[in-house]
């Protein structure tokens, strides 16, 4: 096999590189004993550089072309190899070709938020993903720095080495950029041109470059976009308390069922509180509080006198007879006032309130001296010995009956 490749190498008078991948940076080409024959012909095509390697040493790059090996082609290699003497005869030297085309599939993101401080916000954490490309600008440089004698040098080889570089300039560039949190949007395009400069220069010393980089979001914890969507809301709907009544009607149109007459009830409930935030309330001259049943053995709270010549309101028992009510005049101001009634009685039988009676009805009605009384003027209920007015009705009352 060895014979076979020596002979093979003989033969074979052309040195290039038809790359068939899409991710080497570097490909040595293969020689038996790196052993090239003088006047070969060497073919780099557009995109590539060639790097002559002779004893660990670079000794001549070519740019697209196609070159004749001699002597005059390869002054710094003649040198080293002691062509100026004119020794023809096969040479041993390294050849690397180096793609110079953009490779445009890198990724980079923030593996950790940035921190921030915004003027509106405050401190703000960060995060941010997208693209960029890479080319190689200095063959030598990179085969001295990065690729060094690796027969492949693939982009997988350096894409960590340039993701650490990209996010530690982006945090810095995020930091100092002083661009308010809701304009970054608008700015991520002269921000990534920025950082394609400074990333160039940094790169420069490796031999490579960044001609693009693209930021393709810049995003917010979870928390902080959902306040922020709060509040965009609120500026939309503008008046709180007119988007609150709004969203009531609607409830009030679409419920069904159980909501319809909930609806119905809150509907009347906000016309009556309307109609008497708008309509003065008048007051009646001769309106009292009604007067409260009592225990018999409990301490009545004394009522308020009525004006002369004003019956007060009866109080009703909810199985006694109604008081009638006075009637007014249909007519117009000129009218007669109602008729004066009579005092009538109220009773407190067995904790219970009964009554009104007329004067002639108290006798049937179960009036006894210890009977508990009221009428229109009384400031609390008294028992019937203690009432004057009843003196006469009582001797003609008999009194209870014996227990059994």
Same mark, same amino acid.
């Given at each position: 096999?060895?014979?076979?490749?020596?002979?093979?190498?003989?033969?074979?008078?052309?040195?290039?590189?038809?790359?068939?991948?899409?991710?080497?940076?570097?490909? @040595?080409?293969?020689?038996?004993?790196?052993?090239?024959?003088?006047? !070969?012909?060497?073919?780099?095509?557009?995109?590539? =550089?060639?790097?002559?390697?002779?004893?660990?040493?670079?000794?001549?790059?070519?740019?697209?072309?196609?070159?004749?090996?001699?002597?005059?082609?390869?002054?710094?290699?003649?040198?080293?190899?002691?062509?100026?003497?004119?020794?023809?005869?096969?040479?041993?030297?390294?050849?690397?070709? =180096?793609?110079?085309?953009?490779?445009?599939?890198?990724?980079?993101? &923030?593996?950790?938020? %940035?921190?921030?401080?915004?003027?509106?916000?405050?401190?703000?954490?960060? @995060?941010?993903?997208?693209?960029?490309?890479?080319?190689?600008?200095? !063959?030598?440089? *990179?085969?001295?720095?990065?690729?060094?004698?690796?027969?492949?040098? @693939?982009?997988?080889?350096?894409?960590?080495?340039?993701?650490?570089?990209?996010?530690?300039?982006?945090?810095?560039?995020?930091?100092?950029?002083? %661009?308010?949190? *809701?304009?970054?949007?608008?700015?991520?395009?002269?921000?990534?041109?920025?950082?394609?400069? %400074?990333? &160039?220069?940094?790169?420069?010393?490796?031999?490579?470059?960044?001609?693009?980089?693209?930021?393709?979001?810049?995003?917010?914890?979870?928390?902080?976009?959902?306040?922020?969507?709060?509040?965009?809301?609120?500026?939309? %709907?503008?008046? *709180?308390?007119?988007?609150? @009544?709004?969203?009531?009607?609607?409830?009030?149109?679409?419920?069904?069922?159980?909501?319809?007459?909930?609806?119905?009830?809150?509907?009347?409930?906000?016309?009556?509180?309307?109609?008497?935030?708008?309509?003065?309330?008048?007051?009646?001259?001769?309106?009292?509080?009604?007067?409260?049943?009592?225990?018999?053995?409990?301490?009545?709270?004394?009522?308020?006198?009525?004006?002369?010549?004003?019956?007060?309101?009866?109080?009703?028992?909810?199985?006694?007879?109604?008081?009638?009510?006075?009637?007014?005049?249909?007519?117009?101001?000129?009218?007669?006032?109602?008729?004066?009634?009579?005092?009538?009685?109220?009773?407190?039988?067995?904790?219970?309130?009964?009554?009104?009676?007329?004067?002639?009805?108290?006798?049937?009605?179960?009036? &006894?001296?210890?009977?508990? =009384?009221?009428?229109?003027?009384?400031?609390?209920?008294?028992?019937?010995?203690? =009432?004057?007015?009843?003196?006469?009705?009582?001797?003609?009352?008999?009194?209870?009956?014996?227990?059994?």
């Amino acid at each position: 096999m060895e014979l076979f490749d020596k002979i093979r190498g003989e033969f074979i008078d052309i040195v290039e590189w038809l790359d068939d991948s899409r991710d080497t940076l570097v490909w @040595r080409f293969p020689r038996y004993e790196n052993e090239i024959k003088m006047g !070969a012909r060497l073919v780099v095509r557009e995109s590539q =550089v060639a790097v002559f390697v002779n004893e660990g040493q670079i000794a001549d790059a070519f740019p697209p072309g196609t070159y004749t090996l001699e002597t005059r082609n390869l002054p710094i290699l003649s040198t080293l190899q002691g062509w100026k003497y004119g020794f023809h005869s096969p040479f041993k030297a390294e050849v690397y070709f =180096v793609s110079t085309r953009q490779f445009a599939d890198f990724k980079w993101g &923030t593996q950790n938020p %940035v921190m921030v401080r915004d003027p509106e916000f405050g401190p703000v954490r960060l @995060r941010a993903f997208g693209a960029y490309a890479a080319r190689v600008t200095d !063959a030598p440089a *990179l085969l001295r720095e990065l690729a060094g004698t690796d027969p492949r040098f @693939r982009t997988e080889e350096i894409e960590g080495y340039l993701r650490q570089l990209v996010v530690g300039r982006l945090a810095h560039a995020l930091a100092t950029a002083g %661009v308010p949190l *809701l304009d970054l949007a608008a700015g991520q395009h002269e921000m990534g041109q920025r950082l394609a400069q %400074v990333l &160039t220069a940094d790169l420069a010393k490796v031999g490579l470059a960044i001609p693009t980089f693209t930021i393709e979001n810049i995003s917010l914890p979870p928390e902080v976009e959902q306040a922020l969507d709060k509040r965009s809301q609120m500026g939309i %709907v503008g008046d *709180l308390g007119e988007y609150a @009544r709004f969203q009531a009607a609607n409830a009030l149109e679409n419920a069904g069922g159980a909501g319809e007459g909930m609806g119905l009830g809150m509907g009347i409930a906000a016309g009556q509180h309307m109609a008497a935030s708008l309509a003065p309330q008048p007051q009646h001259p001769h309106a009292q509080p009604s007067p409260q049943p009592q225990h018999p053995h409990a301490q009545p709270a004394p009522q308020p006198q009525q004006p002369h010549g004003q019956p007060a309101p009866q109080p009703q028992h909810p199985h006694g007879p109604s008081a009638p009510q006075p009637q007014h005049s249909g007519g117009g101001q000129g009218g007669p006032p109602p008729l004066p009634q009579p005092d009538r009685w109220f009773l407190g039988v067995d904790g219970e309130q009964r009554g009104p009676f007329d004067d002639a009805d108290l006798p049937a009605a179960g009036l &006894t001296p210890d009977t508990l =009384v009221w009428r229109s003027g009384m400031p609390q209920w008294l028992p019937a010995r203690d =009432v004057p007015e009843l003196a006469t009705l009582l001797r003609d009352t008999p009194p209870p009956l014996p227990p059994s």
